[in-house]
């Protein structure tokens, strides 16, 4: 059996500074299985962007255990440029260059695998090119590679932005709020193409969202974070109004309750 993309065992975080001190994530263990997509739900403030970063390798100063693609993570060092290459990161805000064309943001993707002094000179192999030029065809923009990204709807750069995750050839993604800035319509077809080119590549993938029912429709499995714990982890189709109405209210539907982990 393969072993996990990632796993956490006991993993807490607090953010402190001069004037406040904050648990963002509180004793999170949680494991997602290779080619497996993973919805993270819950209110602003949850703790989602936090351990979305975490896996990232962006965090600093946590505690507990975790791996990622079968390497350690280290609370307190970078990881290796390994990491870097296998795990794809969807920012919220687009993270594009634009005064860069399409297809050099999506060129971008392939920095992670291609020798620095390479890259520098902007001399990339065949392979990366390749690269480029499949994640542009299935994202639907190979007509516009050689558009600017500052001239792109909001929609075509959220595409640029999953086009480079693709060229990465990551074997994890995880994915900030990739859809807080769309409408519905636009939402689900965004969310379709990233479960969608994962699931045909194999690719792991952990998403966060506002939106549970999106969620429950395009992952595998939903987890709900509050307060910067897991308060449940469920198969998709048995996600509940119930658990949902716990984890943005406190309580059941219909009745005051306090809030109960879900198995």
Wanted: charged share 25%.
């Amino acid at each position: 059996m393969s072993a996990a993309a990632f796993t956490l065992s006991r993993v807490s975080h607090r953010f402190d500074d001069a004037t406040v001190a904050a648990t963002a994530l509180c004793d999170v263990t949680l494991s997602v299985a290779p080619g497996e997509v993973v919805a993270l739900i819950g209110p602003s403030g949850a703790g989602k962007s936090t351990l979305l970063a975490l896996l990232d390798g962006r965090l600093r100063d946590w505690r507990g255990r975790a791996r990622v693609l079968g390497a350690p993570l280290s609370p307190d060092a970078p990881p290796a440029r390994a990491h870097r290459a296998d795990v794809g990161f969807v920012f919220q805000d687009f993270a594009l260059i634009d005064r860069q064309s399409v297809y050099q943001n999506v060129m971008n993707g392939r920095l992670g695998r291609t020798p620095a002094w390479r890259s520098l000179w902007g001399r990339f192999g065949e392979r990366d090119h390749m690269a480029v030029a499949a994640a542009l065809h299935d994202t639907g923009l190979a007509d516009l590679a050689a558009r600017r990204a500052d001239q792109l709807s909001g929609g075509q750069r959220q595409r640029v932005a999953i086009a480079r995750c693709l060229a990465q050839e990551p074997r994890l993604i995880l994915a900030d709020e990739p859809i807080s800035n769309l409408d519905p319509a636009h939402a689900a077809k965004l969310l379709a193409l990233i479960t969608g080119e994962a699931r045909k590549r194999g690719i792991a993938v952990m998403f966060s969202s506002h939106q549970p029912e999106l969620a429950q429709r395009f992952a595998d499995r939903v987890v709900g974070l509050g307060d910067g714990e897991i308060l449940f982890d469920r198969p998709a189709g048995r996600l509940s109004d119930d658990d949902i109405a716990r984890l943005y209210y406190g309580r059941a539907r219909g009745g005051a309750g306090l809030r109960v982990v879900g198995q």
